[in-house]
Nanobody, 121 residues
Framework: VQLQASGGGLVQAGDSLRLSCSPS????????MGWFRQPPGKEREFVAV???????YYADSVKGRFTISRDNAENTVYLQMNSLESEDTAVYYC????????????????WGQGTLVTVSS
């Protein structure tokens, strides 16, 4: 199983980015998909999750700014990030699991390799 995440980069505060993750080797539609992030020097934390039936849940810190979505036909999960802040700087990880909401790292069955998002103020 591989989760290939992409879309990270260096942006300025207030800009937008869209992350993508396209897992292979698993039946995408049967998994709960999520995004976590790990800021520099901090622990990995939950960002957003989308269930098999498209229910969503967000961390309070990103609610109203980030949107998670999935395209089961394309086997892809997205994270649209708007109004980025310097505090959003982190390595972002795509995650797949079975429980909803997928809030804790120990609930994740598969991890992506991470994509770096750097927001300059």
């Amino acid at each position: 199983v591989q989760l290939q995440a992409s879309g990270g980069g260096l942006v300025q505060a207030g800009d937008s980015l869209r992350l993508s993750c396209s897992p292979s080797g698993l039946t995408f539609r049967t998994y709960v998909m999520g995004w976590f992030r790990q800021p520099p020097g901090k622990e990995r934390e939950f960002v957003a999750v989308i269930s098999r039936v498209y229910s969503t849940y967000y961390a309070d810190s990103v609610k109203g700014r980030f949107t998670i979505s999935r395209d089961n036909a394309e086997n892809t999960v997205y994270l649209q990030m708007n109004s980025l802040e310097s505090e959003d700087t982190a390595v972002y990880y795509c995650a797949a699991g079975f429980s909803y909401p997928l809030l804790r790292p120990n609930e994740v069955k598969y991890w992506g390799q991470g994509t770096l998002v750097t927001v300059s103020s």
